[in-house]
């Protein structure tokens, strides 16, 4: 469990120590939670998508992009192009960056749970 807290200390550190300056702490808050979904979604079997992120939360389209879009800019998360739902469009799976640092944390949670 000592590992899960540290992950999610280091992911909550991203938003709060690198704030942009014209940032609320209600649109920190909102990236944190985001971010957090991501980390605990994104390696289900449906891929974790801006829409299906904005149905999570019950935000528009508009709403979830903005989030995501901070959240990419920050180099935090990656938009990887997919067929969507119905196999006929493009959606963007999120990822976290993979940093040296989250696949330490990433790996010592799954070495303590074993």
């Excluded at 903005?66 to 192009?81: I, S, W």
């Amino acid at each position: 469990m000592q590992s899960h807290n540290r992950l999610t200390w280091h992911l909550v550190k991203q938003i709060v120590e690198n704030a942009f300056p014209e940032e609320t702490a209600a649109s920190r808050l909102q990236q944190v939670a985001v971010l957090l979904t991501i980390n605990a979604l994104q390696d289900q079997p449906e891929p974790l998508t801006t829409q299906r992120l904005g149905e999570i939360y019950g935000l528009n389209a508009s709403q979830t992009h903005k989030l995501v879009t901070r959240l990419v800019e920050r180099g935090l998360v990656t938009r990887e192009q997919i067929h969507n739902r119905l196999g006929r469009g493009h959606a963007f799976a999120l990822r976290l960056v993979e940093t040296p640092e989250l696949k330490a944390l990433r790996d010592a949670m799954r070495n303590e749970g074993k």
